[in-house]
């Protein structure tokens, strides 16, 4: 996974602020491009978000967003405007730069540390100059490849990528902004902010609003085969919905969405059944599309979410159920170190065991 750090963020800025700047003798009352808000309340829009991904992060904030609220005096300038979006990008540049990379803070995309939330800021910069320039005239304005390529690859590694407009293009496809031949534009669409790299695969996590749309019959905001999404993955996200409802929903304990890297497609859903019991115990399953299967990507999927899993706190073993004639998924559960644990009516159990690790 691309690791961004305050360097990427200080570049965005500049960029960002050289572009704003030499548009800043024009109207900025008028629409941004694709936007509800016009260019002046889009660069306040920025300005907030550069500033409260600062707070979070130089807060170390865990629970939520802080009740912080950016606005310009009344009649600020555009050039007065520019100043406080270069204000708060260099803000947050200085809170990355000066955060350990253990930190975690809270983000409705995920919890994220100094190099995610430089990633965010770097991807706010760059697409609503965007919207800001085009709407005032100037079409030809682009982030550049060597910001736009890492923020891709940081937050948006289940998007496409287009073969024609390089990582800017694929930027824009990935928010909407832009079209891809043969695909549908993206209404709703969002980041990961901590995905699950596996080897040839990385999971998402699926958010409780992308599982109500898979349960209902959508994407989810990822791009499926022809055959897919299965009806295990639509199962699952169900029963998201159906966990909030009764106060056990448990963020990170619920389905994820396997996304093959060489395409970017999801092709298959893998997750916990729920987060772990008293005594440590949680299940995971999984279902793959028929395409996909017998190239290993299931397998790598559950090495990458049993490491996951075994990094957090409470789990001691993880189990996995397997109907006694599905000969590939026992071979899935076993090249991923599972080992049988007995049989019932459900089928063949099977369980792994956290990794024993050295003491000091």
Sequence with gaps: MTHMGPQDLDRAVSDAVRALRALAHLDWSV?????????????????????????????????????????????????????????????????????????????????????????????????????????????????????????????????????????????????????????????????????VPGVGVVLCEISPSAAADLYEGGDGGFHWPEEGPGEGTRIASGMVGLAREVGEYHPGWGPYAIVRLSDRRAIGGMGFHGAPDPDGHAEVGYDLVPSARGHGHATEALRALAALAFARPGLTELHAVVEEGNLPSHAVVARAGFERAGSGEDGVRYRLRRPETDGP
Excluded at 72 to 95: I, N, Q
Excluded at 151 to 176: I, M, Y
């Design 31 to 195: 629409p941004a491009a694709g936007l509800e808000w016009s260019c002046r309340e889009t660069a306040v829009h920025l300005a907030g978000d550069l500033t409260g991904f600062a707070a979070q992060l130089a807060g170390r904030v865990t629970g939520g967003y802080l009740p912080l609220v950016v606005a310009a005096a009344p009649g600020t300038p555009p050039d007065g405007l520019v100043d406080l979006v270069e204000a708060s990008g260099r803000m947050l540049s200085a809170a990355v730069r000066t955060t350990g990379e253990d930190v975690r803070a809270w983000h409705p995309a995920g919890p994220a540390g100094p190099d995610g939330f430089a990633a965010m800021g770097a991807a706010e910069l760059l697409l609503h100059t965007h919207d800001i320039a085009h709407g005032l005239g100037d079409a030809e304005w682009q982030g550049a490849a060597d910001t736009a390529g890492p923020v891709l690859d940081r937050l948006f590694p289940h998007a496409p990528r287009s073969a024609e407009g390089g990582p800017w293009g694929s930027l824009l496809v990935a928010t909407g902004r832009a079209d891809l031949p043969g695909l549908p534009r993206r209404r709703g669409w969002r980041w990961y902010n901590d995905p």
